[in-house]
């Protein structure tokens, strides 16, 4: 079991940045896919960014690109969200997830942060 825990969130003016870090309790952390997800108010959860095992590799939702940037630190088994350039759209819970297959798909993650409110005023 890998237990996620994200920090960072929180209140934003437009054009302004977070950083979100994800730590995980898993010592095998550097074998997982890891995602960012968000879900904003009565909608459903979607994928934000992922990185491969090695952070070699980084995929990115069309919206985000150019804005957000995922990392890692395999050696303090956490990841990192970079939010620059934030929009009133990118207002929602986000959510980091971990999964041993190299995916964007939501359903192929098996754990899960509780998730953090990112809110960014207009």
């Known amino acids: 079991q890998v237990h996620l825990v994200e920090s960072g969130g929180g209140l934003a003016q437009t054009g302004g940045s977070l950083r979100l870090s994800c730590t995980a309790s898993?010592?095998?952390?550097?074998?997982?896919?890891m995602g960012w997800f968000r879900q904003a108010p009565g909608k459903d959860r979607k994928f934000v960014a992922s990185?491969?095992?090695?952070?070699?590799?980084?995929n990115y939702v069309d919206s985000v690109k150019g804005r957000f940037t995922i990392s890692r630190d395999n050696a303090k088994n956490t990841v990192y969200l970079q939010m620059n350039t934030l929009k009133p759209a990118d207002t929602a819970v986000y959510y980091c997830?971990?999964?041993?297959?190299?995916?964007?798909?939501?359903?192929?993650?098996?754990?899960w942060g509780q998730g953090t409110q990112v809110t960014v005023s207009s």
């Open positions: 997830a971990a999964t041993k297959v190299v995916t964007n798909y939501i359903y192929d993650y098996d754990y």
């Open positions: 898993e010592p095998t952390f550097y074998i997982y896919e």
């Open positions: 990185v491969s095992p090695n952070g070699g590799q980084t």
